[in-house]
């Protein structure tokens, strides 16, 4: 009777786990592994703007405050985006696949215009993928 009650404890213990579908899981690892990604760059990109391309750290101000409004602005147009269409997969691959499609483009950039330019497409990715997984 006892073994009984233990062994419904540790089944129910262990279910939420396993209800969570396995898409949910792949969404997930794919977030960390770009977050991760995200950040490692974008740590780097403003001493790699001063030393080696010789912008001002101006200009790095300049550039980080565009990127991070830019993704500001566009999360609330995707979430109205997102609602209308109702196409919430579709709008999460096009933000991974611009994220991802601009990571190379940092370390092979030969102006700073490249890395502005990767960086704008890197936040708009963000902001579209970003209000998707908030929306429902």
């Known amino acids: 009777m006892i073994l009984d009650t233990r062994q419904s404890v540790e089944r129910a213990s262990m279910a939420p786990w396993r209800e969570i579908p396995t898409v949910i899981w792949a969404l997930g690892f794919v977030s960390l592994l770009m977050d991760v990604s995200s950040e490692m760059i974008h740590a780097l990109l403003p001493v790699y703007l001063v030393t080696v391309l010789g912008t001002s ?25 997102s609602d209308w269409l109702g196409k919430r997969k579709l709008l999460a691959a096009l ?8 990571k190379p483009i940092f370390a092979m950039s030969p102006s700073v215009e490249w890395l502005i330019a990767a960086r704008f497409v890197d936040r708009l990715g963000k902001g579209i993928r970003g209000v998707r997984r908030a929306s429902r």
């Open 57 to 81: 750290t101006l200009a790095v101000g300049f550039i980080e405050g565009i990127a991070e409004a830019t993704a500001s602005i566009v999360k609330v147009f995707s979430g109205a985006l």
């Open 95 to 102: 933000g991974y696949g611009l994220a991802a499609f601009t």
